[in-house]
C-alpha cells in the first residue's frame, strides 16, 4: 500500500471501548493535537474497520483525529464473524446514534467528518441528521444505498468491465439462484456452518477488494481475506443491503438541503468500479456549493495516490478555513 501522499505515521494518545447499547461496545481512539479541531474518520463497509494509516490524512498538528469501528467488525465487539451472530441491532441508524454519543462522551460540541464509499453514506445520514454537530464534511467514493447502485456492483453492471472477477465472485452460487445474488449470497453468509459461510465470504469480500483499485493489488485482496475479517465484513455488507441501507430510495440525495450550509470537499476517483462516479456527479449536482474533486487516474480506494493526495488537500483546506 502506498500512502506516501499523507502525513507520517503516528499513535494514538488514548483509546477505549464505548458501551452503545444492545450488547454491543464501540472501540474509539484519539491521535493528533487534543486542543486541535475534532475530525471523526467513518470507515467503508458497512463491516470494514479502521487501519492506523487512515490516522494519516490528517494534519496531527491541527486535528484531533478521532477512529471508531462500527458495529460488529475491527475491534468492536460482539464481532460479525461468531457463527450465530445477531445483527438486528446493526444498521444505518444505530450507526448514526453511535457516533453521536461517541462525540457527546468525548466533549466534542461539533466536528469534521470524513466518510468514504459507505463512509460517505454513513456521513451524509449523520450530518443530515445532526446538522448542528457538523462544521465540515469531506467525501470520498460516493455511495447513497440505492437500488441501481447496488445493482450495478453486485448483481451483475461491473461485470462488464470486470469479467474475470466476476466469475470468481459468483462461483459460489448456483446458476439457478443468480438472478438475485445478494439474497443468495444473505443465506449462504448467515448460515452458522463454517464451511457455508466462510467460501461465500470470501467470494464477496475477494471481489471488492479486487475491483475497489485501478490497477490490481494483490496485497489489498490478502488483506481481505482473513477468514474473520472477510466474514464480518460480507455479512455486514450484505445485511445492509439486502435491507437496502434502511432508507428510503434517494433518501440522501433528497436530504442536502439540510446540510448545504456545511463546508464540504466531493473527492471521487474518474474509473471506480465500486461506487461509479455517477452518484458523486448527482451529489454534485444536487450541492453545487460543496467543492468537487475528480481524480483523473483512480479507482476507489482511498489509498490510490491520487485519491490520497486529494483527500489531504481537502483536510488541509478545512483546516485553514477554520483557523482563519
Request: proline fraction near 7%; hydrophobic fraction near 45%.
Amino acid at each position: 500500500m502506498n500512502v506516501d501522499a499523507l502525513y507520517p505515521p503516528i499513535e494514538p494518545y488514548e483509546t477505549g471501548m464505548l458501551p452503545i447499547g444492545d450488547g454491543h461496545r464501540m472501540y474509539w481512539e484519539q491521535s493528533g493535537n487534543p486542543e486541535g479541531i475534532p475530525v471523526v474518520f467513518v470507515h467503508g463497509g458497512p463491516g470494514g474497520a479502521t487501519e492506523a494509516w487512515h490516522r494519516r490524512f490528517f494534519d496531527p498538528e491541527k486535528y484531533r483525529i478521532i477512529l471508531f469501528d462500527q458495529r460488529g467488525c475491527g475491534k468492536s465487539t460482539p464481532h460479525a464473524s461468531e457463527p450465530d451472530a445477531d445483527l438486528r441491532y446493526n444498521t444505518t441508524w444505530h450507526l448514526v446514534a453511535d457516533m453521536e454519543l461517541l462525540r457527546k462522551n468525548l466533549g466534542i460540541t461539533a466536528w469534521h467528518v470524513f466518510g468514504g464509499s459507505w463512509g460517505s453514506a454513513l456521513a451524509l445520514a449523520y450530518a443530515q441528521a445532526h446538522p448542528d454537530a457538523v462544521t465540515a464534511l469531506v467525501l470520498r467514493g460516493i455511495f447513497t444505498l440505492r437500488k441501481h447502485e447496488l445493482e450495478w456492483f453486485y448483481e451483475g453492471g461491473a461485470a462488464a468491465v470486470l469479467p474475470d472477477l466476476w466469475d470468481q465472485y459468483v462461483a459460489p452460487i448456483p446458476l439457478v439462484e443468480r438472478n438475485n445474488l445478494i439474497e443468495a449470497f444473505h443465506r449462504r453468509l448467515f448460515d452458522t456452518d463454517p464451511a457455508v459461510h466462510v467460501p461465500a465470504a470470501f467470494a464477496w469480500s475477494a471481489w471488492e477488494a479486487a475491483a475497489i483499485t485501478l490497477l490490481p493489488d494483490q496485497e489489498n485482496v490478502d488483506r481481505m481475506l482473513e477468514p474473520a475479517t472477510a466474514t464480518a465484513f460480507a455479512r455486514i455488507e450484505n445485511h445492509f443491503f439486502i435491507n437496502g441501507g434502511w432508507l428510503e430510495e434517494g433518501q440522501l440525495l433528497a436530504g442536502v438541503d439540510a446540510i448545504r450550509h456545511i463546508p464540504a470537499v466531493i473527492v471521487q476517483g474518474r474509473y471506480d468500479m465500486c461506487t461509479p462516479m455517477m452518484t458523486a456527479w448527482e451529489l454534485h449536482q444536487a450541492w453545487p456549493e460543496a467543492q468537487f474533486v475528480v481524480v483523473e487516474d483512480a479507482g476507489h480506494a482511498a489509498s490510490e495516490p491520487g485519491i490520497a493526495r486529494a483527500l489531504r488537500s481537502a483536510t488541509d483546506q478545512l483546516a485553514d478555513a477554520a483557523s482563519s
